[in-house]
């Protein structure tokens, strides 16, 4: 009902006119405003257009027919139906920006050009809704008010109009249609709402993986330099208790070398013996024991000869490669032979 009665409303209103300034009478002298042109006709001819300024006329022969403004005129479009390509009922109204061009043409080209591009307006309009989509009114308003405003400029180039722009002022949707609009508004912001969730999960649980790999290449590079480190440890340590039981032997071999040498030796296998003896049945209480073992004096001896059997050959070595400078009653074979009798005694 309130659709039909907006129909009649707009059939029933008056056409919309231009502001103008009204007919002025003829009194020869005359002066034309800044921006208006005036139409003048001589015995119901066209005469000629007076320019803004000092004109004059001649009375009872020339009268003034027509007053065109020149400024931008704004015609309101009034509200209409129009259905969209997806059967669509809307209603939709605009605001209109026009200009005079040609005073001659607006005159004497058509009776009233105001609503003639009204007119046109409002049929262009529901002919171009119709090649849209409700969807795609909304987004395409900028066309939309392009395509009417080169409709209207091809049909009115020969009333001398140019229509500058047209503006869409408002979209009025039927309600069941605008329910449905906002149920898909939600049902869209729901559908973003989860993929932004969705992703941020994949993302947390990206980032997650990423961070357990670099931890676990993190640990493995440290356990890897914790390994180098320690077998670099241990060979350094290696190394050194290996120079220092070099050095151990060097002093030994030398402190042998010297005189009573052999005696000091026997002095001190005799205490590791008498060491070990003493520590016998302290970690088990089965021991295996020789049957002379109370017996330090042979022992020793038998530590001492064994000593002598290797180092004899050495001693033979040096011999030949050094020649002998004369007997010495106090030589090392003599001392070690002592040692070993004072011992086996």
Known sequence: QRSQQLKRAARLAPAPCRWNSGLPMNIGVLFVPQQEAWVVERMGKFHRILEPGLNFLIPLLDRIRYVQSLKEIVINVPEQSAVTLDNVTLQIDGVLYLRVMDPYKASYGVEDPEYAVTQLAQTTMRSELGKLSLDRVFRERESLN??????????SDCWGIRCLRYEIKDIHVPPRVKESMQMQ???????????LESEGTRESAINVAEGQKQAQILASEAEKAEQINKAAGEANAMLVKARAKAEA???????????????AASLSVAEQYVNAFSKIAKDSNTVLLPANTGDVTNMVAQALGIYTTLTKPQAVKNQDEVPPAHEDSHSPGTEVLKAEQGSSS
């Open 185 to 195: 508004v939600e049902a869209e912001r729901r559908k973003r709402a989860t993929v």
């Open 249 to 263: 032997i060097q002093l030994l071999a030398a402190a042998l070398a010297q005189q009573h040498g052999n005696a």
């Open 146 to 155: 392009a395509s009417i405003v080169d409709a209207i400029n091809q049909a």
